[in-house]
């Protein structure tokens, strides 16, 4: 039977590797982590960076839009609706991104490999520092088998993943300094540990349960006194700071309100079909770590339906994860490292798995990131444990290496197949367009995966004028129909119906899908929009002017909408209110040459031609095409 370990186990210890061989090791892990992704560094903006990023209007404002990131939810600059993400620390670096680097997907990319390959040196050195006088490979085996895991994937070449490794980064440096603190007793080191971890819960909300695994793990490697754990409770105050902060910006911890689209157990008929199914993808999500083939970023609905609680995959899963769950508990009062391993994976996943808090998602590979290190951690520790190999060095690298034959040559070849998957992974990033190819073929019941690929579809049509662009169109349309046949109630799909049906100048058939669109979500200021513009060419202006004064309402951000209304109101005569919703549009976007054009022209038609030239001269500015 184990000994229970007791006391300091390893203060006193020295690290098999020297100061010079570790920062050696540190920098080959930087280099390793940036090559995984360095054929990113070229790519486009992909899926949520539009939101976050490209069409934010916040983000736009470069440095004097911070304040306004630390003041409202993570998509304020993009959407009007409440929303549940606050990670103003992360939005931060993409305001400075886009002061430095305006408009420049490649700079952003470049940023988050530098990031990531950066937080695999600090948790190297983090992890030779919490495992002092352990076999020396381990903490290299468990960095870089975490490192090249192609699961990171999304979060490294999707640039609005940043959130993930800003939020791991800081974690490490805070358990790196709070080592560092345990040996030297400088409060310096403790006050680092807390403002590190304060700059990881303003990154991102997930990280707020490293406040349970930390205190673990000082337990298990470290030491069960209290003088060596008592001071982390300083952590609470970063805590409850960043909640009080968060309540006051949005509200709620959960999501409220989302769609069956981005979270499919809504879908569930009863509590216990939910349950199941959560447990059901906590069980896919094991085995995507072990074997990470057949990579998606989105499974929703109908490509994920949920189940019943007599379900095979519930009944499996569920017997793994209470077992585990089991162990875990019971064996981390001997301080055992395996059990450590599966209570940060079962401790990191715990918020982000639907059964204590609903969030937006049901299935996402990116949700792994942090867990994916529990994992790591318990799997290293496991080989080393099957293969008899001891787990404390020998006090010389040569023994330490001829012992750990086996498990280093096992898990050498696991990181080198996982780096060619990482690096093969990383092509579908490229841009959403590519992204939405790639994964249809996975996942080719997902009505939000079908309705993306419509969008693509419509971006390359518009930009192809040629027979080529209708097809696009065309392809377009069937990917909306394939999205409603999916799921019937899809209004946004029911809107873009409307608009190839408007593109193919079938009008009544438009005005159908509009209305059936609205009829499921009343709330569509695009689809409200789209409305108007029917209304505007039949020279129905009333009916226009209404539907996009309700636009303009649900989302006074809508740049099109109020173009498309000042457009009514200067047909109707009234060129003040024209030139007020130009203004207003132009707020957002400062840099739309035809809106200051437009502005300029209801000025001078409402009789003040002087005020009129400076907007028109802006315009030519911006596009000199105008002026003709």
Not at 47 to 69: M, R, W
Not at 206 to 220: A, G, K, Q, R
Not at 263 to 278: E, R
Request: proline share 4%; charged share 20%.
């Amino acid at each position: 039977m184990k000994k229970k370990k007791s006391g300091d186990i390893n203060k006193k210890l020295k690290n098999t590797w020297t100061t010079k061989s570790k920062r050696l090791l540190a920098g080959l892990f930087f280099v390793f982590s940036f090559l995984l992704y360095a054929n990113t560094l070229q790519h486009e903006y992909t899926l949520d960076d539009f939101s976050i990023i490209k069409e934010n209007y916040v983000t736009q404002q470069g440095l004097k839009g911070i304040p306004t990131a630390w003041k409202e939810h993570y998509r304020f600059g993009y959407w009007n609706s409440n929303a549940s993400l606050y990670r103003p620390f992360t939005l931060t670096t993409f305001n400075i991104d886009w002061a430095i680097a305006p408009d420049n997907p490649a700079y952003a990319h470049f940023i988050n490999v530098l990031l990531y390959g950066l937080s695999g040196m600090i948790l190297f050195l983090a992890l030779c520092n919490v495992m002092r006088g352990y076999n020396p490979w381990i903490p290299v085996l468990i960095t870089g088998l975490f490192m090249a895991h192609p699961l990171h994937v999304e979060c490294v070449a999707n640039i609005k993943g940043r959130d993930e490794i800003l939020g791991f980064l800081f974690l490490f440096l805070s358990v790196y300094s709070y080592w560092r603190y345990l040996d030297l007793r400088k409060i310096i080191w403790l006050l680092v540990t807390v403002c590190s971890f304060s700059l990881a819960l303003f990154s991102k909300e997930s990280t707020i349960t490293f406040i349970s695994i930390l205190p673990l793990m000082v337990y298990t490697f470290r030491s069960t006194k209290l003088k060596d754990l008592s001071p982390l409770a300083l952590l609470l105050i970063p805590t409850v700071i960043f909640l009080v902060v968060r309540h006051q910006v949005i509200g709620s911890m959960g999501v409220g309100d989302t769609s069956v689209l981005d979270n499919a157990l809504i879908a569930a008929p009863n509590k216990l079909s939910f349950f199941a199914s959560a447990i059901a993808i906590l069980g896919e999500y094991l085995y995507k770590m072990i074997l990470p083939l057949g990579l998606v970023h989105e499974k929703g609905y109908s490509a994920f339906i949920p189940i019943a609680v007599g379900s095979w995959k519930f009944m499996v899963s569920f017997i793994l994860f209470l077992g585990l769950g089991i162990y875990g508990v019971t064996k981390i009062r001997d301080r055992n490292e395996l059990a450590f391993g599966i209570l940060f994976f079962l401790l990191s996943i715990s918020i982000l798995c639907n059964i204590f808090i609903l969030i937006g998602v049901h299935y996402a590979e990116r949700l792994l990131y942090y867990p994916l290190l529990g994992f790591c951690i318990a799997a290293i520790f496991g080989i080393f444990q099957v293969s008899k190999v001891p787990l404390r060095s020998a006090g010389n690298l040569k023994n330490d290496f001829k012992k750990s034959k086996i498990p280093v040559v096992i898990i050498g070849t696991v990181i080198i197949s996982f780096s060619f998957l990482t690096i093969l992974r990383n092509p579908a990033w490229k841009n959403s367009y590519t992204l939405y190819q790639t994964d249809i073929r996975k996942a080719p019941k997902s009505a939000k995966l079908n309705y993306h690929l419509g969008l693509e579809f419509v971006k390359k049509g518009l930009d192809n004028n040629s027979a080529q662009g209708k097809s696009f169109f065309v392809k377009a349309k069937q990917q909306f129909e394939k999205a409603i046949a999916l799921y019937p109630k899809y209004a946004d799909a029911h809107g873009q119906l409307g608009l190839s049906y408007y593109r193919d100048k079938q009008k009544n058939l438009a005005m159908k899908s509009y209305e059936k669109s609205l009829a499921l979500n009343k709330n569509n200021a695009k689809v409200l929009s789209n409305m108007g513009i029917l209304y505007f060419e039949a020279q129905q202006l009333d009916k226009a002017e209404e539907v996009y004064r309700k636009s303009v309402k649900l989302d006074p951000r809508f740049v099109d909408a109020r173009r498309n209304l000042g457009s009514v109101m200067a047909m109707k005569g009234n060129f003040a209110e024209a030139a007020n919703q130009f203004s207003k549009a132009l707020k957002y976007e400062p840099n739309n040459a035809v809106l200051h054009f437009y502005l300029g022209q209801a000025t001078r038609d409402g009789g003040n031609a002087g005020a009129a030239k400076p907007h028109f001269d802006r315009a030519y500015q911006l596009d000199p095409s105008l002026k003709k």
